[in-house]
Structures are given as C-alpha cells and as structure tokens.
C-alpha cells in the first residue's frame, strides 16, 4: 500500500482499483480458503487485514468522509470477510463436482440423502471428529 500511496499523488477510482486488485489485495487474501479462523484472536487478525483495506479505501480522492461500507459500494469492491466467504462456497463446489484429487477429498464433504419432502433431498455433512483441529477444520 505504501507504494500505492507514494506513486500516485492524487488517487480517483480508476487510478485506485488497478494496482490495489493487482498487487496489495492478494497479499490480504493469501491462503484464506486454507486458514479459516474460528478462534477470537485468530478472527481479530483477520478483522486486522480489514483495517488495511478500510485505511486504503480513504486514500481515493473524494470519499474519505464516506463510511466504510459506502466507500467500498462506490468502489464496487466487496470486503475482505465477503471475499474469504466466497472463497470457501467456490472451494466447497469445485469438491463436490471432482476438480480435486477424489482420493484427498472424500472424507472432506459427503453428500447424503435427505428423507424429508420438504427442503433439499442432498445435505452436505463433514465428518464428526473429537479434536478441535479437525472440528473446525475447512
């Protein structure tokens, strides 16, 4: 972000979003399907790499007295959280439908038939374990 910052003196829009989806927002995303935090302090630095994307945000000229919110709907850019929940739906379908070794992925997500009428007759289930690592594993 820093050298987003000092090559561009005056930021609109379009001058932003290029080299911020290029450079700095992967460095934000990094492994995010892999690490899915589920204890407070890990969540809390998650909620840390959002600060970044907020404090950016203000650089471009005209929305710095915006809220967060607005600022990232007139950028039409989603937040971070948004992004890592996206990215654990497109993780989830490319399982099911086989783009991973089958061998790995079995014991992941399982499909099993529903026997009620109403809702979805396929339910995704992931394997009950005893340990917290596996508990609350991808």
Excluded at 22 to 40: D, F, G, N, Q
């Amino acid at each position: 972000m820093a050298v987003i910052r000092s090559t561009y003196t005056d930021l609109d829009a379009n001058c932003f979003l290029l080299p911020y989806k290029a450079s700095a927002r992967p460095h934000l995303e990094y492994c995010t399907t892999v690490w899915s935090p589920y204890k407070m302090r890990d969540i809390e630095t998650t909620e840390n790499m959002e600060k970044v994307q907020k404090r950016a945000t203000k650089w471009v000229k005209g929305l710095y007295s915006l809220s967060y919110e607005d600022r990232l709907r007139q950028l039409e850019i989603p937040s971070l959280r948004f992004r890592r929940c996206r990215g654990d739906v497109i993780e989830v379908f490319k399982i099911l439908h086989g783009s991973y070794d089958m061998s790995i992925t079995t014991e992941l997500l399982t499909l099993i038939e529903g026997s009620v009428t109403m809702g979805p007759h396929l339910k995704l289930c992931k394997q009950q374990s005893r340990l917290d690592i596996m508990k609350y594993r991808f």
